[in-house]
Protein backbone atom coordinates (compact mmCIF):
# COMPACT_ATOMS: atom_id res chain seq x y z
CA UNK A 1 0.00 0.00 0.00
CA UNK A 2 1.19 3.48 -0.58
CA UNK A 3 1.95 6.30 1.54
CA UNK A 4 -1.21 8.04 0.25
CA UNK A 5 -3.45 5.03 0.26
CA UNK A 6 -2.47 4.42 3.67
CA UNK A 7 -2.72 8.33 4.91
CA UNK A 8 -6.35 8.34 2.72
CA UNK A 9 -7.76 5.27 5.56
CA UNK A 10 -6.22 6.53 8.11
CA UNK A 11 -8.19 9.99 7.42
CA UNK A 12 -11.45 8.19 7.64
CA UNK A 13 -10.50 6.50 11.65
CA UNK A 14 -12.57 6.93 13.83
CA UNK A 15 -10.29 8.16 16.20
CA UNK A 16 -9.70 12.10 15.57
CA UNK A 17 -6.13 11.79 16.96
CA UNK A 18 -5.84 9.06 13.73
CA UNK A 19 -7.48 10.84 11.72
CA UNK A 20 -6.48 14.23 12.18
CA UNK A 21 -2.67 13.12 11.72
CA UNK A 22 -3.41 11.52 8.61
CA UNK A 23 -5.34 14.79 7.71
CA UNK A 24 -2.10 16.87 8.21
CA UNK A 25 -0.01 14.80 6.66
CA UNK A 26 -1.88 14.14 3.23
CA UNK A 27 -2.08 17.94 3.04
CA UNK A 28 1.66 18.36 3.77
CA UNK A 29 1.88 15.27 0.69
CA UNK A 30 -0.37 17.45 -1.58
CA UNK A 31 1.21 20.89 -1.14
CA UNK A 32 5.10 18.82 -1.57
CA UNK A 33 3.29 17.23 -4.94
CA UNK A 34 1.93 20.84 -6.11
CA UNK A 35 5.18 22.44 -5.80
CA UNK A 36 6.95 19.74 -7.67
CA UNK A 37 4.41 19.95 -10.22
CA UNK A 38 4.67 23.49 -10.58
CA UNK A 39 8.44 23.58 -10.63
CA UNK A 40 7.98 21.10 -13.64
CA UNK A 41 5.51 23.30 -14.96
CA UNK A 42 7.36 26.30 -15.08
CA UNK A 43 10.69 24.35 -16.49
CA UNK A 44 8.44 23.17 -19.37
CA UNK A 45 7.53 26.85 -19.78
CA UNK A 46 3.87 27.27 -18.44
CA UNK A 47 2.68 30.78 -17.71
CA UNK A 48 1.98 31.50 -14.08
CA UNK A 49 -1.48 32.02 -15.99
CA UNK A 50 -1.80 28.67 -17.54
CA UNK A 51 -0.59 27.20 -14.10
CA UNK A 52 -3.10 29.02 -12.42
CA UNK A 53 -5.79 27.64 -14.36
CA UNK A 54 -4.79 23.71 -14.11
CA UNK A 55 -4.81 24.32 -10.11
CA UNK A 56 -8.24 26.62 -10.19
CA UNK A 57 -6.72 29.55 -8.57
CA UNK A 58 -6.16 32.57 -9.65
CA UNK A 59 -2.57 34.25 -11.37
CA UNK A 60 -1.40 36.23 -8.70
CA UNK A 61 -2.18 33.41 -5.86
CA UNK A 62 0.06 30.76 -7.65
CA UNK A 63 2.64 33.61 -8.07
CA UNK A 64 2.62 34.81 -4.75
CA UNK A 65 3.22 31.28 -3.31
CA UNK A 66 5.59 29.52 -5.74
CA UNK A 67 7.60 32.77 -7.00
CA UNK A 68 9.02 33.89 -3.38
CA UNK A 69 11.01 30.35 -3.51
CA UNK A 70 13.61 31.56 -5.58
CA UNK A 71 14.11 28.89 -7.78
CA UNK A 72 10.93 29.08 -9.62
CA UNK A 73 10.43 30.99 -12.39
Do not use: C, F
Not at 4 to 28: F, H, I, N, Q, Y
Not at 42 to 64: C, F, N, P
Amino acid sequence: MSEATTLAAAAGSPDPTVGLRAVLALRRLAERLEAIQVTNARTQGWSWQAIADALEVSRQAVHQKYNRRGGIR
